[in-house]
């Protein structure tokens, strides 16, 4: 192992250094499968997306954000941080979003008039689009478009993270609901997307979908900069009573249909247009790839919602399978067309459904009387549209995306939201993505998200023992990798009775992402293969290979596994990549073959196969003449990439490293991190799992570690291999390169970027593989944890010894106006004091230990941050003493406002000059000079940092 010096890093709000070894943010490597976040932000919510979530999202295996707004309004700072951390946005931008989205600004054309027609385009009236509000000319619409897409252009050129533009959200389907259900002839044209053919055969050329990406990739033509694309979503048709929930049904088209449309965009033209000619050209206007969202865990069997609410059937039986499979048939009718069009193959980015409809209105029985009233105990089945995936599920969506040859799986969505329909408190529906609504993991510390904006009334969501798929309405378990305890029996007069419910309540909604940094890192696994290969369908090679249980007897309810042949461009190479779809039970046994007299007789086949996922060779059997089986034992919702090769021949040397292959470790605490975070002064070890995907052995490799954000080699290690071996099959050839690095000092506090990577190879197969990068945060120290090895975090005393009124010996004491009788220790980690007279100056005194060895360095701790909220908002000032018993204050400059929020760190130093020398006392005191009523205090945290 080397000890290496650490590099001085760079500030979060640093733009990184250009760097030819690593592409540029807005391009991803070409041998990744990109892990997009969707929902991440959309307008004021974006304001939630701080340093810390992004690093979470990354830390996590994810590799981008998707949000939505105008980037000089709420998504310039998340782009700032994106381009710090090398991370990719997909923007959906307001200027683009608002002519074709908004309802103040949305055109559409109006194709029952001639494109030179005054009547060319027209705005319906906002309300119900029933109306011709307004109409337009072609020539201000594209002087409209010109206007907004050269203003986004300005603002964004200096952004290397925005990936692509994302815009029409769903269009196809919308256009085609209006079409085909709608009673008004004007909302046909909403969006203006598609022509007015309800077989979805052309886009409108002159269309503002069409004119739009035009006009806004011109911009960016001979670049790479970003431009414009779409989500569609399944145009399917499913029959009254024919599914749980949907009535009347829906009728929105077919496999056709669907396939029709992933043509017709592939083929988009542009018309172009000019008022002083009559001849108007189409040119071609190629996107360049397309987003599928699908959504098909829904709740299991029609009979839910024929009979009496409480009725039950079995969930995860047979008919739950129905959903899945009308889905993967859509699926198929997007993918086959994009893969198989004369200028393709696009790629299809996939958006896994990672969400679940978990309350309001829609799953509970709520009474109109005139208002809603609280629900009964009853889930409402006949509304419930949607559930959540279970971990198992969602791995087997991702899975069956990349069956199929997604090039992205972009789960959606990372952030819960609510829908009102007029009454906050009671939320028509209430959707539970991966994160809460903001972006805070469900079992996060009780402390972090009480005080926030977090629902936790049963209203909003619904308890984990009365919804699938943690339990059926009977009571009986249907997933069985959760088992939910039962409900804490803690008396209601209990001051931590609410904590330990909602702790209960909210722990099993954080399942699903707790299990998302594993199935992401699987991807990520065998993404350097899979992202250059696509699924073999020509000449029917899908039917040459097959998948089956093998074992007797078939569990119950049990889903077919699925099995794929792939190929790269030279469509000489065989690959298999198949997924268990049975979520129910892991470790299930199967058998997979495969016929290679159909193949061209260059393929090469054996009784040996790579395995890519687990990156060695398996071994198998020929039971005939070109008939290759091999077994496999798969977890639920698991996959496998298979590579065939001749036994014969030798596998070159093939070096690969991914993301997820390198860790750190704190050497003082002995532990790999999972946040790949510490503090100024803290050593820590960057190692790095280096593989050999060949047969052919290797000495002396050179593996390096470059610090990125520095622009500095940090040092590098030899390593051998001795290459892949058929007489010592399930085996890895891997060796692991470790780095020493020294403790970072105060330069360092910020990103910093490590980029592991290899020598090249002579004759080596895929050197794209050859390195992968580490983003990781240095902290700035506490004074509190370092000095007096206790936080203020404000955490309850425990026995030994009495603790004070207040509970926590984070505060050294209080004065002013604080209710003694009201303190309470009902919030773990978090102090709870009522001022009865908040105008006054309501003193907190932090504990800052006992002697002047314990006393606050003001030049080296200067920046205060702090957690909390009030029931009014108050004004907080901070005053200190220091060790020559002079006096000062200062204003924050911040309030604790009735939702809380972090205050984040200001440097004290800035605001005034007396903060400097050694600090002996120091409280926070809190006045509402405006408020006449009590007010509720609440404090989370206090931090004075570096």
């Not at 509304?383 to 599920?393: K, T, V």
């Not at 399942?511 to 290969?533: H, K, M, Y």
């Not at 970027?753 to 190879?761: E, H, K, M, P």
């Not at 005393?797 to 050294?812: E, F, K, L, M, R």
Request: hydrophobic content about 35%.
């Amino acid at each position: 192992m080397k000890k290496l010096y650490f590099s001085p890093g760079m500030l979060v709000v640093t733009t990184l250094l250009s760097l030819a070894a690593i592409s540029a943010a807005d391009s991803p490597p070409v041998n990744t499968i990109p892990i997009i976040s969707m929902k991440t932000g959309q307008d004021a919510t974006c304001e939630d997306i701080t340093m810390d979530v992004l690093l979470m999202l990354l830390w996590h295996n994810f590799d981008g954000i998707w949000v939505e707004g105008r980037l000089t309004d709420y998504v310039e700072p998340p782009a700032n941080l994106c381009d710090s951390t090398r991370s990719i946005m997909i923007l959906a931008p307001g200027p683009l979003q608002g002519l074709s989205n908004w309802p103040p600004t949305r055109w559409g054309r109006y194709t029952p008039s001639s494109v030179d027609s005054s009547w060319a385009f027209i705005h319906p009236d906002p309300d119900d689009y029933k109306l011709i509000d307004s109409c337009t000319t072609a020539s201000s619409i594209i002087s409209e478009i010109n206007t907004r897409a050269g203003g986004l252009y300005d603002d964004a050129k200096d952004y290397d993270c925005i990936w692509y533009y994302d815009i029409i959200n769903e269009g196809p389907a919308r256009q085609l609901s209006a079409m085909l259900n709608d009673t008004s002839s004007v909302d046909n044209y909403f969006p203006s997307f598609f022509t007015q053919d309800t077989n979805m055969t052309q886009v409108l050329p002159d269309g503002i979908f069409a004119w739009e990406k035009w006009k806004s990739d011109s911009l960016y033509r001979g670049t790479d900069g970003p431009v414009v694309s779409t989500c569609h979503s399944m145009l399917h048709s499913i029959d009254s009573l024919e599914w749980a929930g949907i009535s009347p049904g829906i009728q929105l088209g077919n496999s056709l249909i669907q396939s029709n449309s992933v043509n017709a965009y592939f083929d988009m033209q542009y018309l172009r247009y000019s008022p002083s000619s009559m001849t108007y050209d189409t040119l071609s206007n190629t996107p360049l790839r397309l987003d599928l969202n699908a959504y098909p865990i829904r709740c299991a069997g029609y009979t839910w919602q024929t009979v009496t609410a409480d009725s039950i059937t079995v969930l995860g039986s047979a008919t739950d399978l129905w959903m899945l499979e009308h889905y993967e048939l859509l699926m198929d009718s997007t993918f086959i067309p994009a893969g198989d069009h004369e200028n393709g193959p696009f790629p299809i980015h996939y958006h896994a459904q990672s969400f679940g409809r978990t309350g309001g209105r829609a799953i509970w029985d709520i009474k109109e009387n005139p208002y809603p009233i609280p629900p009964d105990t009853i889930i409402n089945y006949e509304a419930y549209a949607y559930r959540i995936p279970s971990p198992a599920e969602f791995r087997m969506l991702c899975n069956i995306g990349l069956l199929r040859g997604a090039k992205g799986v972009f789960p959606y969505s990372i952030r819960s939201n609510s829908g009102g329909f007029g009454i906050p408190e009671y939320p028509w529906l209430h959707d539970t993505g991966l994160l809460d609504e903001n972006l805070i993991p469900f079992d996060a510390p009780y402390e972090n998200w009480v005080y926030r904006d977090r629902p936790t009334a049963d209203f909003y969501y619904a308890p984990p023992d009365s919804i699938p798929p943690w339990a059926a309405a009977d009571g009986s378990q249907f997933d069985p990798f959760y088992t939910v305890p039962d409900r804490p029996t803690t008396s209601t007069t209990d001051p931590k009775y609410m904590e330990d419910y909602l702790e209960w309540k909210f722990t099993p909604y954080a399942r699903l992402w707790n299990s998302v940094r594993r199935t992401f890192g699987q991807i990520a696994r065998v993404a350097p293969e899979l992202s250059r290969l696509w699924w073999w369908y020509d000449d029917d090679h899908y039917a040459d290979a097959s998948i089956a249980f093998n074992a007797t007897p078939e569990p119950q309810y049990f889903a077919d596994p699925q099995v794929r042949v792939f190929t790269d461009s030279t469509e000489s190479t065989c690959y298999l990549f198949y997924v268990n779809r049975f979520c129910r039970t892991n470790n299930n046994p199967f058998k997979i073959s495969v016929n290679s007299d159909s193949f061209p007789r260059t393929t090469d086949f054996s009784v040996y196969a790579l395995d890519h996922s687990r990156r060695f060779i398996i071994e198998g059997s020929e039971p005939s003449l070109g008939i290759f089986e091999f077994l496999d034992t798969l977890d639920a919702g698991e996959a496998r990439l298979l590579q065939m090769f001749d036994s014969d021949s030798v596998l070159p040397a093939d070096l690969r490293i991914t993301d997820p292959d390198i860790f750190v470790v704190i050497p003082a605490d002995g532990d790999t991190l999972t946040d790949n975070s510490s503090t100024a002064g803290t050593a820590f070890d960057i190692h790095a799992w280096v593989y050999n995907m060949g047969t052919s052995p290797l000495s002396n490799i050179k593996v390096y570690l470059e610090d990125v954000t520095a622009d500095t080699l940090c040092d590098s290690v030899y390593l051998s291999f001795s290459g892949l071996s058929t007489s010592s099959c399930y085996h890895t050839d891997r060796a692991l390169a470790s780095f020493e690095i020294d403790p970072p000092d105060t330069s360092a506090i910020g990103i910093n970027i490590f980029r592991v990577y290899t020598d090249s190879i002579p004759n080596e197969p895929d050197p794209s593989d050859n390195s992968a990068t580490l983003v990781y945060m240095v902290r700035p120290r506490d004074y509190a944890t370092e000095v007096l090895d206790d936080p203020w975090d404000m955490t309850e005393v425990s026995s030994p010894g009495i603790p004070p009124a207040w509970y926590t010996n984070d505060i050294d004491s209080l004065t002013g106006c604080w209710d003694v009788s009201e303190y309470t220790d009902s919030i773990s980690g978090m102090f709870e004091g009522a001022l009865t007279n908040p105008t006054q100056a309501n003193a907190l005194y932090l504990n800052v230990g006992s002697g002047s060895s314990d006393y606050i360095n003001a030049d080296i701790y200067s920046n205060l941050s702090l957690a909390g909220r009030s029931s009014v908002k108050t004004a907080i000032e901070l005053h200190w003493v220091d060790s020559h018993n002079n006096t000062g204050s200062v204003a924050i400059g911040d309030t604790l406002r009735v939702i809380a929020s972090d205050i984040e760190p200001i440097d004290l130093s800035d605001l005034t000059a007396a903060w400097s020398g050694n600090i002996k006392r120091i409280w926070l005191e809190f006045t509402s000079p405006n408020a006449i009523s009590p007010a509720d205090v609440r404090v989370g945290w206090v931090k004075l940092t570096e």
